[in-house]
Every structure is written in C-alpha cells, then in structure tokens.
C-alpha cells in the first residue's frame, strides 16, 4: 500500500523568503502523479501544483517549484518570495495511475504560517 | 476552470435526524466523485468513491449504511447523513474528476461542508 509522509507538521517563514516544504511517499509502482494542495482558513482546497513520475523535469508554477526525486522517493515543495496568502495548510498527494480508481492519498498535512 | 460546488456549506442538526449534503460539477461531467471526512487539524480521509450510475465503494471501517451516497448523474452526487449522531460532527468536501479529464488527474474539490450534531 502507498504512504505519504509530510514530517513537518508546522513550519513558518517571513514575507519575501523561500520555504521548502517535504514530502516523502512509498510505493513499488512506477506510473503515478504527484500533488500539493493548499487549503487555506477557507478551508478550500485548492491545486498548488502537480508531477507526473514518468518526467524528469521538476514542475513549476510561477512561486511554486517542487524537487522530484523519483529514487529517493522524495516531492518537496518550494514557495519562493512568500506572500502572506501562502499562509495555509499544505497537503501532499499520491495517486497510482492504471488502477481506474483515481484515489488520492494524502499527507498528514503541513501548516505554513507566512509572517509579516 | 473546473468547479465544484457544495451546498450546505454549514449545517446544525438534532441528533437522530438525517442530513443531505449536495455535490455538484458546474462545467464539467464528473464521472467518478469522492467523499472526504476531515477532523480538525488533520488530514482528508476518503470515506468513499462513487461513480456515476452505480453504487459507491466505501473505504474500510466506512458505514454504507450510515453515510449514503448517490450519484445519479454525472454533475450530482450526494452524500446523506443518516440518523447523525454527535460523533459524526464533521466537516465534509467532495470532490470530483471530470470527463474529459483534465490531463493530469486532477480532483477539483468543493468547498466542503461543516455538520454540527446537537
């Protein structure tokens, strides 16, 4: 069975400066995706950004970077120049392609206070 | 984009009765949705995953019987509360993936829904 670990359960970080988020999974499989999702007070879930296993290229949306080492089995999130919107909780997400279930696996979770 | 809306956002009930919870895809056709249950502070725990014009799969330890879901067409499903207890004072968000998929397997959630048990 897939795993998720996020070992931080809170983290913080000043306005302007980057932050890097860690997330470690388990798995014997070899096609999956890989998700952040930030969930705001709103309590929204909201997509950060997201990685297919079989790209050796780390994804990138604008602030937002991960570093995927697929061997390692590590996905840790970058926020570079933090905005005080950044303050959420930060969840990672496995799921296993070809099963048909689509089942996402999350992380405990990491809460990512952004100070002013 | 993909939206997902779910109503209510709130709800307070008396203990014993039943309460529905709606999920809805509002530009899309969701053919698979989930259910989430999240306790405060911790992580979402998938309760189950229900697929357009069929029954649901309820994850272990799950009560079918207590959580009803329906999904009776592809932009609806609903999740019902049965004879709630206070224990089951929760917050719950659905979520759904569409068709055609967006490329990435990508859930879009709701807002979620926050039920209170007298």
């Known amino acids: 069975a897939q795993t998720v670990t996020q070992s931080q359960p809170e983290m913080s970080v000043q306005e302007a400066e980057t932050v890097t988020l860690s997330c470690t999974y388990d798995?014997?499989?070899?096609?999956?995706?890989l998700f952040w999702y930030k969930q705001p007070p709103s309590r929204q879930m909201i997509l950060v950004i997201r990685?297919?296993?079989?790209?050796?290229q780390n994804a990138t949306e604008n602030r937002f970077s991960v570093n995927f080492q697929k061997a390692a089995k590590s996905f840790s999130l970058k926020i570079s120049d933090s905005q005080l919107g950044d303050t959420a909780m930060y969840f990672c997400?496995?799921?296993?392609?070809?099963?048909?279930?689509?089942?996402?696996?999350f992380g405990t979770g990491t809460r990512l206070k952004v100070l002013a | 984009g993909a939206v997902v809306s779910q109503h209510p956002s709130r709800v307070i009930c008396k203990s014993g009765t039943s309460v529905k919870i709606e999920c809805r895809s509002l530009?899309?056709?969701?053919?698979?949705m989930f259910w989430y249950r999240q306790f405060p502070k911790q992580s979402l725990m998938l309760m189950a995953t229900?697929?357009?014009?069929?029954?649901?799969?309820?994850e272990q330890g799950v009560e079918k019987d207590k959580f009803l879901i329906n999904h009776a067409s592809l932009t609806l499903s609903t999740l019902t509360v049965t004879s709630a207890h206070p224990e089951d004072s929760s917050f719950y968000i659905c979520?759904?993936?569409?068709?055609?998929?967006?490329?990435?397997?990508?859930?879009?959630f709701g807002a979620g829904s926050r039920l209170t048990v007298l």
């Open positions: 979520s759904a993936l569409g068709l055609p998929l967006s490329g990435a397997n990508v859930l879009t």
């Open positions: 798995t014997s499989e070899n096609n999956y995706y």
């Open positions: 990685q297919e296993a079989y790209k050796q």
């Open positions: 997400a496995f799921m296993k392609l070809g099963s048909g279930t689509y089942k996402y696996i």
């Open positions: 530009d899309f056709q969701a053919t698979t």
């Open positions: 229900s697929n357009e014009g069929s029954k649901a799969t309820y």
